[in-house]
């Protein structure tokens, strides 16, 4: 059965949803990875991620790009 899978930025760091329901937060890829593995997301899931997202320096991130890469990296270990 496919996941919907649901990234937002919030305070630096990256809450992760699985089916509406919060799993948890990660602030680098190896945590992004861990959290992901741990609730056997996979690549065939559905992947969507909010605005804050590509706004990340709204939420505390260095740049607005940094909330992508650590998913990008994290996806790319899946």
Do not use: P
Request: negative net charge; contains cysteine.
């Amino acid at each position: 059965m496919t996941k919907f899978v649901y990234f937002t930025a919030k305070g630096g760091s990256i809450d992760v949803s699985i089916d509406q329901n919060y799993i948890g937060s990660a602030s680098t890829a190896r945590q992004m990875q861990a959290l992901l593995e741990d609730n056997n997301v996979t690549l065939l899931d559905t992947l969507m991620h909010s605005s804050s997202i590509d706004f990340a320096e709204e939420e505390g991130f260095a740049t607005n790009d940094c909330a992508h890469a650590i998913i990008d990296d994290a996806l790319e270990q899946l």
